[in-house]
């Protein structure tokens, strides 16, 4: 006799910070039966997971590191040093597409920085009073300056709006904030999911992850995704809003 296979209430893809915490919310009724589908290792007892701070050691390393790699943007060169600038509210809008119909095929990232010329410009400002503060003593003592061990490549000077943009385009490093992807916006707008996390034009597919976030979170995204994964636990049971 074959055996039935067995059956879930929910099925969660993706076992990483919201895919967990909704998991472990789903599953806290003894009676739901829920599947969690990761695609990444067991690292639980792996120092380089359990320390803090290891995680320098994992990154471009594809046993942690899925090392997804945006198209090229134009103008940046390449490592950043010290200060560093970010902005808390971009107005840059990027985009995700399928490549291809094979789903090895990873998809085409574009976050299309420096887009808006919003952030340019409040980027540009901002190095430009860096550029006043490392020129201050006693701050002024611990950057290298000028020719030789330069800060920044020859060339390169902040004292005009112009210059200081020209080094935000060359200068420009992202670090691992990524949201947005599937925003919970108007379907006219660009979004992908509605009110009730759930994707528009099917009934019953819900993203609960950083990608849902509608505006870039001012602070870490982390709290934010756990913030939005308990909100929404408990309408997906009751089938309820999550806003
Ligand atoms: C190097 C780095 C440093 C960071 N530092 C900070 C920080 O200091 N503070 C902070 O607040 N935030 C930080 N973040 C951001 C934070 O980690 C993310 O915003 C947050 O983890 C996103 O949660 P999520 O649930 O949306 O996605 P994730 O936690 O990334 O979970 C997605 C999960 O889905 C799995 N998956 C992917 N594809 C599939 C598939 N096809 N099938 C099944 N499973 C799949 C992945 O393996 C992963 O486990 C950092 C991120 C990185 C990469």
């Given at each position: 006799m074959?055996?039935?296979?067995?059956?879930f209430d929910y099925i969660?893809?993706?076992?990483?910070?919201?895919?967990?915490?909704?998991?472990?919310?789903?599953?806290?009724?003894?009676?739901?039966?829920?599947?969690v589908i990761?695609?990444?290792?067991?690292?639980?007892s792996d120092p380089l997971v359990s320390t803090p701070g290891a995680l320098v050691g994992q990154y471009g390393d594809p046993k942690?590191?899925?090392?997804?790699?945006?198209?090229?943007?134009?103008?940046?060169?390449?490592?950043?040093?010290?200060p560093g600038l970010g902005p808390n509210h971009p107005a840059s809008r990027g985009a995700v597409h399928i490549a291809s119909p094979d789903?090895?095929?990873?998809?085409r990232l574009d976050p299309k920085y420096m887009s808006h010329p919003l952030d340019l410009e409040v980027l540009a400002?901002?190095?430009?009073?860096?550029?006043?503060?490392?020129?201050?003593?006693?701050?002024?003592?611990?950057?290298?300056?000028?020719?030789?061990?330069?800060?920044?490549p020859p060339g390169l000077v902040g004292d005009t709006?112009?210059?200081?943009?020209?080094?935000?385009?060359?200068?420009?490093?992202?670090?691992?904030?990524v949201?947005?992807?599937?925003a919970m916006l108007p379907r006219e707008k660009g979004g992908v999911v509605d009110r009730q996390l759930r994707v528009y034009g099917t009934r019953n597919v819900r993203v609960v992850d950083a990608s849902v976030f509608p505006l870039q979170p001012l602070g870490n995204t982390q709290s934010v995704v756990y913030a939005v994964a308990e909100r929404a636990a408990d309408p997906i049971n009751n089938c309820e809003s999550v806003t």
């Amino acid at each position: 006799m074959t055996k039935s296979p067995p059956s879930f209430d929910y099925i969660v893809v993706g076992g990483g910070t919201a895919g967990l915490a909704v998991a472990s919310r789903l599953s806290e009724d003894e009676a739901v039966r829920v599947l969690v589908i990761e695609a990444g290792g067991d690292h639980g007892s792996d120092p380089l997971v359990s320390t803090p701070g290891a995680l320098v050691g994992q990154y471009g390393d594809p046993k942690y590191d899925w090392n997804f790699r945006s198209v090229p943007q134009p103008g940046r060169v390449g490592e950043a040093r010290q200060p560093g600038l970010g902005p808390n509210h971009p107005a840059s809008r990027g985009a995700v597409h399928i490549a291809s119909p094979d789903i090895r095929v990873r998809p085409r990232l574009d976050p299309k920085y420096m887009s808006h010329p919003l952030d340019l410009e409040v980027l540009a400002r901002h190095v430009q009073f860096v550029e006043k503060i490392v020129a201050t003593k006693p701050l002024r003592s611990s950057f290298k300056m000028g020719e030789g061990g330069a800060r920044l490549p020859p060339g390169l000077v902040g004292d005009t709006l112009e210059g200081a943009k020209e080094i935000v385009r060359r200068r420009l490093v992202s670090i691992w904030h990524v949201t947005g992807t599937c925003a919970m916006l108007p379907r006219e707008k660009g979004g992908v999911v509605d009110r009730q996390l759930r994707v528009y034009g099917t009934r019953n597919v819900r993203v609960v992850d950083a990608s849902v976030f509608p505006l870039q979170p001012l602070g870490n995204t982390q709290s934010v995704v756990y913030a939005v994964a308990e909100r929404a636990a408990d309408p997906i049971n009751n089938c309820e809003s999550v806003t």
